[in-house]
């Protein structure tokens, strides 16, 4: 299991947990934790609504790739920390990491 924890759009923070060897990527646990993430994509990187912030824990996550760099760059709002919840896979590069909803509110 990895552990993480997440800070909603108000500010509060809640410890998560995921299992690592099921092939989840983080957009998919979020929703499980029934976060306000839309996602209608399907986690292909076209719609930028499992838009994150890593907090804490990106450099561990290596970098984004240019499908997700592209959809990132037409957010209203991107950040040097962004990221794309369903291009990150569950395992352990995300134990201990800190990341923030920026997705829109749904």
């Known amino acids: 299991m990895v ?3 997440v ?3 108000e500010g509060n923070r809640q410890d998560c947990e995921a299992p690592d060897d099921m092939g989840f990527n ?3 646990i979020l929703k499980a934790y029934e976060y306000p993430i ?3 994509c399907g986690g292909m990187a076209l719609c930028g609504t499992c838009h994150i912030e890593i907090l ?3 450099d561990e996550l290596g970098e984004a790739t240019d499908p997700e760099l592209d959809q990132l760059e037409n957010l209203p709002e ?3 920390t962004s990221r794309l919840a369903c291009q990150i896979r569950i395992g352990d590069v995300l134990e201990g990491a800190v990341l923030k909803l ?3 509110d749904q």
């Open 38 to 40: 839309l996602a209608t």
């Open 7 to 9: 800070e909603d759009q």
């Open 102 to 104: 920026r997705g829109e």
């Open 26 to 28: 983080l957009m998919e």
């Open 78 to 80: 991107y950040y040097p």
């Open 3 to 5: 552990n993480f924890t």
């Open 56 to 58: 804490e824990g990106k």
